[in-house]
């Protein structure tokens, strides 16, 4: 029988959150500690300059010292989705990479970005988007998105996961399976994707297939995909995630869920239910990404169900074990000191890529 400290490091291990201010607060700072966390993600809340995230990495990294080291996560996309101030790279959107369509340049792409993370402290970059643009009217994928070619978006996708995690930086492609045929915003309410099986087949999984096998994470989306598990969320869905994730396009690595507080789950669930729900379809570790207390609800009703139900409990073992693997694999290595950092910075070829990309741009295609 586990004890409670046991059941409680076990169900941290499955939850990664967010935390406010520019530094670690005391909280988190003691879940960490106790390993009832897996880690943190970051955003422009907790960022001031690129010397200030270095230092906030490096106490987090610091903080959580030990064997099965810590998840320093970032959503670095490019364009209008990025936390990071110059003189990190400041990418474009992946439509501009999308337009140019050269695999070798997303890769470098990808490996410039990995190199300026990875020197900050992160090792877990929530990218690339591998939603298929292909509604128009979309409020949230748009220009995040390689473009509207299925094949396109994972060919170019697979370059930039293998750059980034060439670098040691842990890609994670999103959002299972697809977010771009939405007229929703999932952060306020809950899609609905009423394509057959075929069409998912033809478009939205596509991309997915296509990095299965190489890259380390893959999140969920909160969208109810009808032909999938008709009523039931992506994220929540056993049939997604474990039938279809794991089973049928064989995925190995780590499943992320997205933020459990955005409103396509929060309007309509608690977050005890979200967290158990989750994890019991197949999801690794929850993004609770803003208040404190709701990834506390999250923990105890985990530690709750692991103690009541011994299959909830095998699994939790599974997915802890994947996420220590995972970041074993890509441990956070923030760089010595402030002038390595910037100087990895500065030798990322950043510069002349970005400005290789601006010169290319004006003609897509024309190489």
Same mark, same amino acid.
């Given at each position: 029988? /586990? @004890?409670?400290?046991?059941? /409680?490091?076990?169900?941290?291990? #499955?939850?990664?959150?967010?935390?406010p201010?520019?530094?670690?607060?005391?909280?988190?700072? $003691?879940?960490?500690?106790? +390993? $009832?966390r *897996?880690?943190?993600?970051?955003f422009? &809340?907790?960022?001031e300059?690129?010397?200030?995230? !270095?230092? #906030?990495c490096?106490?987090?990294?610091?903080?959580?010292?030990?064997?099965?080291?810590? =998840?320093?996560s970032v959503?670095?996309?490019?364009?209008?989705?990025?936390r990071?101030?110059?003189p990190?790279v400041?990418?474009?959107?992946?439509r @501009?990479?999308?337009?140019?369509?050269?695999?070798d340049l997303?890769?470098?792409?990808?490996?410039?970005?990995?190199a300026?993370?990875?020197a900050?402290? =992160?090792?877990?970059d929530?990218?690339?988007?591998?939603?298929?643009n292909s509604?128009?009217?979309?409020?949230?994928?748009?220009? &995040?998105s390689?473009?509207?070619?299925?094949?396109?978006?994972g060919?170019?996708?697979?370059?930039?996961?293998?750059?980034?995690?060439?670098?040691?930086v842990?890609?994670?492609?999103? !959002?299972?399976p697809?977010?771009?045929?939405?007229d929703?915003?999932?952060?306020?309410?809950l899609p609905?994707?009423?394509?057959?099986?075929?069409r998912?087949d033809?478009?939205?999984?596509?991309?997915?297939?296509r990095?299965?096998? @190489?890259?380390?994470?893959?999140?969920?989306a909160h969208?109810? =995909?009808?032909? #999938?598990?008709?009523?039931?969320?992506a @994220?929540?869905?056993?049939?997604?995630?474990t039938d279809?994730l &794991?089973?049928e396009?064989? =995925?190995?690595?780590?499943?992320?869920?997205d933020?459990?507080?955005?409103?396509?789950?929060?309007?309509?669930?608690?977050?005890?239910?979200?967290?158990?729900?989750?994890?019991?379809?197949?999801?690794?570790?929850? %993004?609770?990404?803003? !208040?404190?207390?709701?990834?506390?609800? *999250?923990h105890?009703?985990?530690?709750?169900?692991?103690?009541?139900?011994?299959?909830?409990?095998?699994?939790?073992?599974?997915?802890?074990?994947?996420?220590?693997?995972l970041? +074993?694999?890509?441990?956070?290595?923030?760089?010595?000191?402030?002038?390595?950092?910037? +100087?990895?910075?500065?030798e990322?070829?950043?510069?002349?890529? %970005?400005?290789?990309?601006?010169?290319?741009?004006?003609?897509?295609?024309?190489?």
């Open positions: 029988m /586990s @004890t409670a400290r046991e059941l /409680s490091e076990l169900c941290g291990q #499955l939850l990664v959150v967010g935390f201010g520019t530094t670690l607060d005391d909280e988190t700072r $003691r879940a960490l500690r106790e +390993r $009832r *897996a880690g943190v993600i970051l422009k &809340r907790n960022v300059s690129l010397p200030a995230v !270095h230092a #906030l490096a106490d987090v990294a610091r903080t959580a010292e030990g064997d099965e080291g810590v =998840f320093i959503d670095q996309e490019g364009g209008r989705v990025r990071i101030p110059a990190a400041q990418l474009p959107p992946m @501009t990479i999308g337009d140019i369509d050269d695999t997303a890769r470098r792409v990808g490996g410039a970005l990995g300026e993370l990875l900050m402290g =992160f090792n877990v929530f990218a690339p988007v591998l939603d298929v509604n128009p009217n979309n409020p949230i994928i748009g220009d &995040r390689f473009g509207r070619s299925a094949a396109r978006v060919e170019l996708g697979a370059a930039l996961v293998d750059g980034l995690q060439s670098s040691g842990m890609a994670c492609a999103k !959002h299972f697809g977010h771009g045929d939405t929703v915003d999932s952060h306020l309410d609905h994707v009423s394509h057959p099986r075929v998912l033809e478009i939205e999984l596509v991309p997915f297939r990095v299965a096998a @190489t890259v380390g994470s893959i999140m969920t969208i109810v =995909f009808d032909a #999938l598990d008709p009523g039931v969320p @994220t929540l869905s056993p049939r997604v995630v279809l &794991r089973r396009l064989g =995925f190995g690595g780590l499943v992320f869920s933020d459990l507080e955005m409103r396509a789950l929060a309007d309509r669930f608690t977050v005890e239910e979200c967290a158990v729900g989750a994890v019991r379809a197949g999801c690794d570790v929850l %993004l609770v990404c803003e !208040h404190r207390d709701l990834a506390d609800r *999250a105890v009703a985990l530690i709750q169900e692991a103690e009541r139900n011994p299959v909830f409990r095998a699994r939790c073992h599974d997915s802890a074990a994947r996420s220590r693997a970041r +074993r694999r890509y441990p956070a290595r923030p760089a010595p000191s402030e002038e390595a950092l910037m +100087r990895a910075v500065s990322s070829g950043a510069e002349a890529l %970005l400005a290789e990309v601006d010169s290319r741009k004006a003609a897509p295609l024309a190489t």
